[in-house]
T-cell receptor
Framework: GENVEQHPSTLSVQEGDSAVIKCTYSDSASNYFPWYKQELGKGPQLIIDIRSNVGEKKDQRIAVTLNKTAKHFSLHITETQPEDSAVYFCAEGNNFNKFYFGSGTKLNVKP | DSGVTQTPKHLITATGQRVTLRCSPRSGDLSVYWYQQSLDQGLQFLIQYYNGEERAKGNILERFSAQQFPDLHSELNLSSLELGDSALYFC??????????????FGPGTRLTVL
């Protein structure tokens, strides 16, 4: 997306290792940062989100951190499993209803 | 299953033609969003409707238009099709209008191929 940069574009990890995907944004008005997982042949599915008044959020093996000063946020997946293999997208939204996705990260978890 | 339905699943057409993609949101959702996903540009937000009215516009071409009907289903019309319009088109829905306050649920998508 034009407002969001996402890295890396591909990521290969061994099962059980951690995976980290990073996104940076430029719009100071952005206040909502969701992460979506897209499996082959399916639409994106929300896995976790964070709002600008929170610095970190965790849901089992998945966590998201937000640094508003630096304008970046990251997805952390611990103890990766083969079923975590998919394309992950970050996104950012604001009160003006503009919503932009990152370019995606293809995560491959090797058994 | 997200509860969002899209038809058709696949569409093959020729350049210069016009097509209509259809989306039914989850029961109770008033907002509908359209996205285009192509290999080289990722997911691009096109347009959002809330309860029948246009709410936000993204990178939507003038050749494209959309509307949301009283029963809340939405249609995306693509005209004067070009080869570059070949892509996956996703519809998403959410309860409210504000993108910053509620989860969007995505449909399975319509794969459009322009020959």
């Amino acid at each position: 997306g034009e407002n969001v940069e996402q890295h890396p574009s591909t990521l290969s990890v061994q099962e059980g290792d951690s995976a980290v995907i990073k996104c940076t944004y430029s719009d100071s008005a952005s206040n909502y940062f969701p992460w979506y997982k897209q499996e082959l042949g399916k639409g994106p599915q929300l896995i976790i989100d964070i709002r600008s008044n929170v610095g970190e959020k965790k849901d089992q093996r998945i966590a998201v951190t937000l640094n508003k000063t630096a304008k970046h946020f990251s997805l952390h997946i611990t103890e990766t499993q083969p079923e975590d293999s998919a394309v992950y997208f970050c996104a950012e939204g604001n009160n003006f209803n503009k919503f932009y996705f990152g370019s995606g990260t293809k995560l491959n978890v090797k058994p | 299953d997200s509860g969002v339905t899209q038809t058709p699943k696949h569409l093959i057409t020729a350049t210069g033609q016009r097509v209509t993609l259809r989306c039914s949101p989850r029961s109770g959702d008033l907002s509908v969003y359209w996205y285009q996903q192509s290999l080289d540009q990722g997911l691009q937000f096109l347009i959002q409707y809330y309860n029948g009215e246009e709410r936000a516009k993204g990178n939507i071409l003038e050749r494209f238009s959309a509307q949301q009907f009283p029963d809340l289903h939405s249609e995306l019309n693509l005209s004067s099709l070009e080869l570059g319009d070949s892509a996956l088109y996703f519809c998403a829905s959410s309860v409210s209008a504000a993108t910053s306050y509620n989860e969007q649920f995505f449909g399975p998508g319509t794969r459009l191929t322009v020959l």
